[in-house]
């Protein structure tokens, strides 16, 4: 399949296999246009992927929510002592910086962590991209800590970062649907490790989903 074949399903609110680089994570992650998402796509991503289900969002989005790194939140933090900041992780093992924020949950979700709560909670991130008011809204709806990890992706997308992060956001923005994706990486339960991109790419074939190679996308993007 292409990376047209990839464009067309999310903007069907269908899946994604989204693979980095060997140099990377060197994981697979599935990837789903967060405006579409629904109970049965966190379900799915529980059940055939298994890892931690983000929400990445673009990075002007995420300036005009006033949200910043986590490493540089508790880096900042006063609660922190000295001690403690020796635990934050400024660079991953694969060379790069993380990209989490803080966790959120929709201010009607009881629990947060449900398929219909974490749907919810994702959806209505998506529908805030559109408002006016995106902050004010933002703060009004959402409550921290909560079940959804917010990804944050560095300004410039890939020219900046290669990771999973923002090639989702990039995609997203390649089929000009919101630049707001949900991610998990897919986990491999016999070998209590990351699925192998043959055995990712196996299961993209059997499901008919895009299998998206990470070097072919950044390819494009010099390109383009």
């Known amino acids: 399949m292409s990376l047209d074949d990839a464009i067309t399903s999310l903007k069907r609110g269908e899946f994604v296999l989204l693979y980095d680089s060997g140099g990377r994570e060197n994981e697979v992650d599935m990837v789903v246009a967060a405006q579409f998402v629904t109970p049965e796509h966190i379900a799915r991503m529980r059940?055939?992927?298994?890892?931690?289900?983000?929400?990445a969002i673009d990075s002007s989005f995420a300036k005009s929510l006033n949200l910043q790194y986590m490493h540089n939140i508790l880096s900042k933090s006063s609660d922190f002592d000295?001690?403690?900041r020796q635990m934050i992780m400024g660079t991953a093992p694969y060379g790069d910086h993380p990209t989490f924020s803080?966790?959120?949950n929709h201010k009607k979700t009881f629990t947060g962590?449900?398929?219909?709560?974490?749907?919810?909670?994702?959806?209505?991130?998506?529908?805030?991209?559109?408002?006016?008011?995106?902050?004010?809204?933002?703060?009004?709806?959402?409550?921290?800590?909560?079940?959804v990890p917010l990804l944050l992706a560095s300004s410039g997308l890939l020219a900046s970062r290669q990771g999973h992060t923002e090639m989702s956001v990039y995609m997203a923005e390649l089929a000009k649907l919101v630049p707001v994706t949900a991610i998990c990486e897919m986990m491999d339960s016999q070998t209590y490790s990351a699925l192998t991109v043959e055995k990712a790419?196996?299961?993209?074939?059997?499901?008919?989903?895009?299998?998206?190679?990470g070097k072919e996308l950044l390819e494009f993007s010099k390109v383009r």
């Open 82 to 84: 000295a001690d403690s």
């Open 102 to 104: 803080i966790s959120i």
């Open 113 to 147: 962590i449900t398929d219909l709560d974490r749907a919810l909670t994702i959806k209505e991130m998506a529908n805030l991209y559109g408002s006016d008011d995106q902050k004010k809204e933002f703060t009004a709806s959402f409550k921290t800590p909560g079940h």
């Open 47 to 55: 059940q055939n992927a298994g890892g931690l289900i983000c929400l």
């Open 201 to 213: 790419q196996k299961f993209a074939k059997e499901n008919a989903i895009p299998f998206v190679d």
